[in-house]
């Protein structure tokens, strides 16, 4: 039983005290509005780089915990992981919808030098590494398997079952902005057969990397930071 708990905890851990960080952000932005002080009005650019360090020192306290092996499918992965970006973007790039400027812009503090490179660096960090880690953890390591059998570690990764797969989905898309669930739908679908296809979850965690570094370029070439 201890077992499964630490397993849980492990694969709960980091995505839940990510969410914590959203909620804080939600927060102090809602009772510091009118405010001038950036800290309270914006306070995003303070609480995204402490819930990436958290997210970031929890994850590698943890990462014995995790079974990454083997990875698989590594070209299948990178595909599904391009496809994905198309089907977020393509709001944007195919039906004009209007651009999503607001959001983390590594421009707050200076356009160039330290201030800039600092915040570029730390929002690329979560981006890529800290989000597809605690998400492909929690929605494919835990909650796909957990909704098969309550002991998820004993289901082996990438078992199928429709009710794990539309849950799965329908969380997946949940925690997005009512204006991506279309997007995060087709996505979460995507991400769930590079887990049923590859059985690997080192897999999901590149394929979610891949989709996110890519989007990373398309917001910094157009300044959507509403992707982020």
Not at 25 to 53: C, D, M, N
Request: charged share 15%.
């Amino acid at each position: 039983m201890n077992g499964v708990r630490t397993d849980r905890v492990a694969y709960l851990g980091p995505f839940l005290v990510f969410l914590a960080f959203l909620f804080l952000e939600a927060a102090v932005r809602k009772v510091g509005e009118g405010y001038a002080h950036w800290a309270l009005s914006q306070p995003r650019y303070w609480i995204i780089p402490l819930q990436t360090f958290v997210c970031a020192a929890l994850l590698w306290r943890l990462r014995r915990r995790f079974d990454l092996r083997p990875l698989a499918g590594f070209g299948f992965a990178t595909f599904i992981g391009l496809l994905s970006l198309a089907v977020w973007v393509s709001p944007q790039a195919l039906f004009k919808v209007a651009p999503r400027t607001d959001g983390f812009d590594p421009n707050f503090f200076a356009s160039s030098g330290w201030p800039y490179w600092s915040s570029l660096t730390v929002r690329l960090l979560r981006i890529t590494v800290v989000v597809p880690f605690a998400e492909e953890l929690f929605w494919r390591g835990f909650l796909l398997r957990y909704l098969v059998r309550e002991d998820f570690a004993s289901v082996p990764f990438g078992t199928f079952t429709w009710r794990s797969f539309l849950l799965t989905i329908a969380g997946f898309c949940a925690i997005h902005e009512q204006a991506d669930w279309p997007a995060a739908i087709v996505t979460g679908a995507l991400f769930n057969l590079v887990a049923y296809r590859t059985r690997s979850l080192a897999a999901c965690v590149l394929t979610h990397a891949v989709t996110n570094l890519a989007l990373a370029g398309y917001i910094l070439r157009t300044g959507q930071w509403g992707f982020w």
